[in-house]
């Protein structure tokens, strides 16, 4: 199981950290991504993981200011959201993938967590 945690409400140019933390499974296991959905619209991709950590992949939306890592020890891994803008407002997923790396699209990923929400005011 998955679970997602550290949405709020931020302002504009603020900072979040998501978490995402696995319970009976090793994380290391899995490549591991993060998706949105934003009210009124489909979940999209957002960033993804690889086992190591030591590769990631972003959406054009937020590359230069999420970035993505991992403590497979804390069987966690996280998404640092920066200069945050209001149409990242949206319920944040986490979800693991047992083969390969990069994928957006959200069928490859097999276990999802609950999601959790960011919310970014003007």
């Known amino acids: 199981q998955l679970q997602a945690s550290g949405g709020g409400l931020v302002q504009a140019g603020g900072s979040l950290r998501l978490s995402c933390a696995a319970s009976?499974?090793?994380?290391?296991?899995?490549?591991m991504g993060w998706f949105r959905q934003a009210p009124g619209k489909e979940r999209e991709f957002v960033a993804t993981?690889?086992?190591?950590?030591?590769?990631?992949y972003f959406d054009d939306s937020v590359k230069g200011r999420f970035s993505a890592f991992r403590e497979n020890a804390k069987n966690s891994v996280y998404l640092q959201m920066g200069g945050l803008k209001p149409e990242d407002t949206a319920v944040y997923y986490c979800?693991?993938?047992?083969?390969?790396?990069?994928?957006?699209?959200?069928?490859?990923?097999?276990?999802w967590g609950q999601g959790t929400l960011v919310t970014v005011s003007s």
């Open positions: 979800a693991a993938r047992s083969h390969g790396f990069g994928s957006r699209n959200e069928d490859d990923y097999h276990s």
């Open positions: 993981i690889n086992r190591s950590g030591g590769g990631s």
């Open positions: 009976g499974s090793f994380i290391s296991r899995y490549s």
